[in-house]
């Protein structure tokens, strides 16, 4: 099965072979990296040095990786004429230049729409990325910036009828770091039925013969998922916060509880239990986490 990293690089080869044929430029100097991050799909650059002239392209490998086949078919087949009709231009100046109109005459040359933008999902290169669910039920994504603004009360309005996000609404952590997560950890709006239901049950009272009064939520039972079988490890020159703030996300999004996670961050940090639950209360209001 071809991987959504080799159907780009076929694909580049593709656009490769039309480029020479239409226009003369050998495309195959060009070269191709995935270390793009954040809300960019790709982009295109050259440089001269000591009269020699270099050419890249970089594309976002969590868009053609998160498993969203439209974010990859986008990648495939448009993001790639793109970058890559730049390219033809910086080659050829006279073609085009930024997304003018010789550059779109280029980019549909080569497959592209001559669109200038992309409409897949982004995750902020830095921090948490944050899904909300806005008053009218559409998605919007916000970075670590824009999620505290809300937590502050703040209201967020959005054009073209999306409507607004405002503390209470319904959110999601989708991503960390530039990277989508495996499953995203949810948090329900105030008002939504399930948690309403909870704090009903909560006020319930069971009475039976003989017996005091005790709350439903005494008899609920805990059922704790298994130990963490892997710990994050730190990769070069990722501080301890940064792989505290993956242990406290990946632990949460499986189930796994406070103590178990305190452990983790101990084991990986070579932390004492003081400083592992110290670093805990400082992230986990970034990470959207409850304090404990």
């Not at 498993?67 to 890559?84: F, Y």
């Not at 990325?129 to 559409?138: A, L």
């Not at 959005?158 to 770091?177: F, M």
């Amino acid at each position: 099965m071809t991987t959504p990293q080799q159907q780009i690089l076929n694909k580049c080869k593709e656009v490769q072979e039309i480029a020479l044929r239409l226009y003369g430029v050998d495309l195959s100097v060009v070269r191709i990296s995935f270390d793009l991050k954040g809300r960019t799909a790709g982009w295109a650059q050259w440089k001269r040095r000591l009269g020699v002239a270099s050419y890249a392209c970089r594309f976002n490998y969590d868009m053609i990786a998160r498993g969203d086949a439209d974010a990859l078919n986008d990648m495939r087949d448009d993001t790639v004429p793109h970058e890559l009709a730049h390219i033809v231009c910086y080659m050829k100046p006279e073609l085009g230049k930024s997304h003018d109109g010789g550059w779109q005459r280029v980019c549909r040359a080569l497959g592209g729409t001559g669109k200038r933008t992309h409409s897949t999902e982004v995750v902020y290169g830095h921090g948490i990325t944050y899904e909300y669910t806005t008053d009218r039920g559409c998605k919007v994504r916000l970075n670590e910036r824009g999620h505290q603004a809300v937590l502050r009360g703040q209201t967020l309005s959005y054009r073209k009828g999306l409507g607004t996000v405002r503390a209470g609404c319904a959110y999601s952590i989708v991503g960390h770091a530039g990277r989508t997560l495996a499953a995203p950890i949810v948090k329900q709006a105030v008002n939504h039925p399930a948690l309403v239901e909870e704090a009903v049950r909560a006020q319930r009272i069971i009475v039976t013969p003989a017996t005091k009064e005790v709350s439903v939520r005494a008899f609920t039972m805990l059922i704790q998922p298994p130990p963490m079988a892997v710990v994050a490890r730190p990769v070069a020159g990722e501080s301890k916060a940064a792989v505290s703030r993956r242990i406290m996300l990946s632990g949460t999004t499986a189930g796994h509880s406070y103590e178990q996670i305190i452990n983790a961050m101990m084991l990986a940090n070579g932390y004492d239990r003081q400083l592992a639950r110290a670093t805990y209360k400082a992230n986990a209001p970034k990470l959207g986490l409850p304090v404990q």
